[in-house]
């Protein structure tokens, strides 16, 4: 797999694209219906916000949904983000002919490049076993730069197939589009860091900090000790915010609407946001909405997170994404993240701030006029915390100009959106906080 040495951006700065969303636009629209897309749906004034957000339907889908979604800072950048959605779904379910089918076990003693399934933060199936022959596909390791083998399963979205599954469940973590296929991966490494930082913040500011703060089969503990849990993921200052972001935040004060915006940047360096709302809207509605963005670029991230917000609050509204429950419905832990909040603890890490509200200036951000740029600061960032593999799956579909990927990172955390496994970082964040707070506990002892 050969990336080009230099895309520049169609702005200059700011998101990975290398086109304008109207030439995207005229680009697929000749093929939606290669990709089973019948309807293109404009459901902004679903909401009272503003923020463009779009359907692209798809009937016949072999997904769990057929309606899926895009936003942007206009109706045409919303347009093409749900379609671009679309495709992309579509071509991870196609049928892909296995690369080989043969055990781990098999290839190992080979000497092929492969990766181990256990490698991957997926629960394994309890039919997975590692003499046992499964089906492989090729990727393209962009960390060692070689080719390797990954269990098909990981990188297609398959409901079915001939054999039994390696994993527990079925994801779309790191599955992205672009115009081009770096494009494509630049999208897919947001992602997988996105999930990665989303997991951390979980864990600590939320998880960790209810533990210690109920005495939940340890002794409570005290304030100053639970609130530097919060303090990780700290509150931004609204004042600080730079004009685009200001004017998207304001499109939901006018509304009515309350936001809260967090920083959740994990130590990989990549600036990571969640933006949050909340709102009685009804007894089948959720109680508060979230979106989440990743970027290089923070104003791009910030951005995303909140458009996303804006996002999830119409999709919701509409109900008619078919993994959406009702709040209080029993559903499998890997949809807990499209679950319907009956009620919203305005006491939580997300909505209470703790400490000192960071400024924008202070989040660290990499703004470029290259994608190439991006892409190698992001993998730079992987190496960088111990990483080993970025494996990408090249699912472009035959005859329409979209290039899709799949993109397997190995260690990096997903289980605050899929709640399947928790890996070593997520398990050495949480070592390490633990650590960090006996050590203020036996220094608040000394100060007493």
């Known amino acids: 797999m050969r990336l080009r040495k230099h895309i520049p951006k169609i702005n200059g700065t700011g998101a990975h694209r290398e086109v304008s969303s ?7 629209r000749p093929h939606l219906r290669r990709a089973g897309i019948t309807r293109v749906a404009d459901i902004t004034w679903l909401d009272r916000v503003g923020i463009p957000v779009y359907n692209a339907i798809s009937p016949r889908s072999h997904d769990v949904i057929s309606v899926y979604n895009g936003k942007g800072a206009r109706p045409i950048d919303a347009m093409t983000s749900a379609v671009m959605e679309g495709i992309e779904r579509f071509s991870a379910w196609l049928p892909v002919r296995p690369a080989a089918i043969a055990s781990y076990e098999e290839l190992s003693a080979q ?14 199936s309890r039919h997975y076993r590692d003499d046992a022959p499964i089906s492989w596909v090729e990727g393209f390791d962009l960390l060692n730069e070689e080719s390797v083998l990954v269990p098909q399963d990981g990188a297609v979205y398959n409901m079915k197939m001939h054999e039994p599954p390696t994993y527990e469940i079925s994801t779309t973590n790191g599955l992205a589009s672009g115009n081009s296929l770096e494009e494509a991966i630049c999208h897919a490494l947001c992602e997988v860091i996105e999930r990665d930082s989303i997991t951390i ?3 600590l500011s939320s998880q960790l900090s209810q533990v210690l703060e109920k005495g939940l089969h340890v002794e409570r503990q005290p304030a100053a000790i639970f609130e530097r849990l919060k303090e990780l993921h700290p509150h931004l200052d609204m004042e600080s915010l730079p004009p685009r972001v200001q004017a998207l935040v304001q499109q939901f004060h006018t509304a009515g609407i309350e936001m809260r915006l967090i920083n959740i940047t994990t130590d990989l360096g990549v600036a990571s946001f969640m933006a949050a709302t909340a709102e009685d809207l009804g007894p089948t509605v959720s109680k508060g909405h979230g979106g989440f963005g990743t970027h290089p670029d923070a104003e791009v991230a910030l951005l995303r997170a909140i458009s996303e917000c804006a996002q999830g609050r119409a999709v919701d509204i509409q109900a008619m994404r078919e993994d959406i429950s009702l709040p209080g419905e029993d559903v499998p832990r890997h949809l807990y993240h499209v679950r319907r909040s009956s009620t919203l603890d305005k006491g939580g890490w997300a909505w209470r701030p703790v400490g000192t509200r960071v400024r924008m200036s202070d989040i660290p951000s990499r703004p470029s006029e290259n994608i190439i740029a991006d892409i190698e600061f992001m993998l730079g960032r992987l190496r960088s915390c111990g990483i080993r593999r970025a494996v990408v799956v090249d699912l472009s579909p035959p005859g329409i100009p979209v290039n899709v990927v799949r993109l397997l990172v190995p260690h990096l955390e997903s289980w605050g959106v899929d709640y399947s496994k928790l890996g070593d970082r997520g398990a050495g964040a949480w070592t390490r906080a633990l650590n960090e707070l006996a050590e203020k506990k036996r220094d608040l002892a000394v100060t007493v």
């Open 22 to 28: 109207e030439v995207t636009w005229d680009r697929v």
């Open 111 to 124: 000497g092929r490049s492969v990766l181990n399934p256990r490698d991957y933060n997926l629960k394994l």
């Open 201 to 203: 913040a979980e864990l």
